[in-house]
């Protein structure tokens, strides 16, 4: 089992920035690849980033690409969600993912946190 939980959410305004982070406990974080997926009110929840479980590799979704970092810390079990010039289409429930497989599928993922919440206000 992993279990995460997610911190750093808050009510910003367009054009700041935000760092969230992930802590796992548990079972061997470094084994697995770790996500961020959010869920606007009304929507699904969808992909936002996702790196390897040795940080090698990262992928973004279009909407955030450019703007959004994800990087982790293995001595840490820590993976991060830096978030730059924030627009309101951001506001969210961001959560953290972790899988065996590296996926940008939320149906692949296998521990998921609580999530955290991120407004950003226009």
């Known amino acids: 089992q992993v279990q995460l939980v997610e911190s750093g959410g808050g009510l910003v305004q367009a054009g700041d920035s935000l760092r969230l982070s992930c802590v796992a406990s548990g079972r061997t974080f470094s084994s697995y690849a770790m996500g961020w997926f959010r869920q606007a009110p009304g929507k699904e929840r969808e992909f936002v980033a996702v790196?390897?479980?040795?940080?090698?590799?990262?992928y973004y979704a279009g909407s955030v690409k450019g703007r959004f970092t994800i990087g982790r810390d293995n001595a840490k079990k820590t993976v991060y969600l830096q978030m730059n010039s924030l627009k309101p289409e951001d506001t969210a429930v961001y959560y953290c993912a972790a899988s065996e497989v590296l996926t940008t599928s939320r149906d692949g993922m296998d521990y998921w946190g609580k999530g955290t919440l991120v407004t950003v206000s226009s």
């Open positions: 790196i390897t479980w040795s940080g090698s590799d990262t």
